[in-house]
């Protein structure tokens, strides 16, 4: 055989085996599962629930092939996220007409009172000071880590006739006998939980009542509560689990709404830096104490849905909307900005910039909520100025909450005002 067949011929053999031959893909780089569960845990606080149930799920295969048990812990979060998603869905839409940020240290200082109060230890009537417990700390883990210390706060109505303070892990009443205060037989087993429970707060019709607690059912962290007295008077319907935006994946402290006055306060830790909490205050009756849905955010563009459960964004204006400018640069509305030295602009047309624009329109809508405390601020003063010691002691912590307020907006207007320039060119 010619050597010109011999290599033919082995080319020929070779053909099949190069063609059979697979182009072989590096694998995909594959996440541990501790990586896992902190990219649901973020997702879950960022609102994102879809991520965060699919990098659960994912979490809990790569225990699955490693043999490892499912926490229940895990069990529980993913019962949350559901839990959530179906909140969100479903948010009131509450009126919120201001917030402040405040540290968790100076709550019971701040905290705004109505009809009823919350008193720390040291201002509830003697004869039940001393009733309040002493707590063991909340004792956290890397998944539910311990929440900052909150205040416990004992509650009496604006007539200073009942009394309720927590008890352990449930809440004790109290009435007042003439001088004295009593303890009543109001069964609360339905109300104990795992943890102290947080902020008694009893509507003015004496039987509804809110509470904060954590609870493996809730969203994580202390969640807020619903009761209402029986018709018997001596115990509590099993408690329910109010919707967002009053709940949320964070810390929600204290709920409170007086009836006479029309407006009501949240506290939450939710979006705040470590050892500070959100004051909404917000007017108008609640949803749920109406009996009536808050709302369907599915109905809604999906950045008014996100503020409205997370209490994020623009506040609530009553029939106001919030100034808007437009895009046309021949729009004439006036206005005072003083960009940098001579340069004043006098029309939304003036702005080079659209993030400029939006910053402005931003900053005034906040110089309008700040001359309204400003303002409100000033009425207290002199009611103070001219008041005694009972009206005094009454102004004392709005006044304190206020003068906080209008210190933070103040410095947000400025640097709204500075971002403007920054925007428009100004270095």
């Known amino acids: 055989m010619s050597l010109r067949s011999i290599l033919l011929l082995s080319a020929l053999v070779l053909v099949p085996l190069w063609g059979e031959a697979k182009v072989v893909k590096p694998k995909a780089p594959t996440q541990s599962p501790e990586l896992l569960l902190r990219e649901a845990e973020r997702a879950y606080h960022a609102y994102q629930f879809g991520p965060a149930s699919t990098a659960l799920s994912k979490y809990i295969s790569s225990l699955q ?31 919120v007409v201001d917030s402040t940020l405040v540290g968790i240290d100076r709550i019971a200082e701040l905290l705004p009172q109505g009809s009823g109060r919350f008193l720390v230890a040291e201002h509830l009537p003697a004869d039940i000071r001393s009733l309040l417990p002493v707590e063991t700390p909340v004792v956290g883990d890397s998944l539910h880590p311990a929440p900052p210390v909150f205040p416990i706060f004992g509650f009496v109505d604006a007539l200073g006739r009942n009394s309720i303070i927590p008890d352990a892990h449930a809440l004790a009443w109290y009435a007042k006998a003439g001088r004295s205060w009593e303890r009543q037989g109001v069964a609360t087993k339905t109300l104990e939980a795992d943890a102290p429970i947080r902020s008694p707060f009893l509507l003015e019709d004496g039987m509804t009542l809110f509470f904060a607690r954590r609870s493996p059912a809730g969203l994580g962290g202390y969640d807020l509560y619903m009761t209402r007295l029986t018709e018997q008077g001596n115990s509590f319907f ?33 979006f705040a830096p470590e050892g500070q909490v959100h004051v909404y205050r917000f007017t108008g009756r609640p949803a749920f104490l109406a009996g009536r849905q808050g709302g369907e955010t599915t109905e809604l563009a999906p950045e008014e849905a996100y503020r409205r459960a997370t209490l994020s964004g623009v506040l609530y204006e009553g029939e106001a909307v919030a100034v808007q400018p437009t895009t046309q640069r021949e729009e004439k509305a006036e206005l005072t900005f003083h960009l940098q030295g001579a340069v004043v602009y006098h029309r939304w047309a003036d702005f080079k910039s659209e993030a400029g624009r939006r910053t402005f329109a931003e900053a005034e809508a906040l110089r309008e909520s700040l001359a309204r405390e400003e303002a409100r601020l000033s009425e207290l003063r002199a009611r103070w100025r001219e008041g005694d010691a009972s009206v005094r002691s009454e102004l004392r912590s709005e006044l304190q909450l206020l003068e906080a307020s209008v210190q933070q907006k103040a410095k947000q207007h400025r640097d709204l005002l500075n971002a403007v320039r920054r925007h428009e060119g100004v270095r």
């Open 65 to 95: 092939r490693r043999r490892q048990a499912v926490p229940d812990s895990i069990t529980m979060l993913q019962e949350q996220i559901a839990r959530a998603e179906r909140m969100y869905g479903a948010a009131d839409e509450l009126r």
């Open 238 to 270: 099993e408690p329910t689990l109010l919707g967002m935006p009053y709940n949320c994946p964070y810390n929600d402290y204290l709920l409170a709404y007086h009836e006479s006055e029309g407006w009501g306060i949240l506290i939450s830790d939710r």
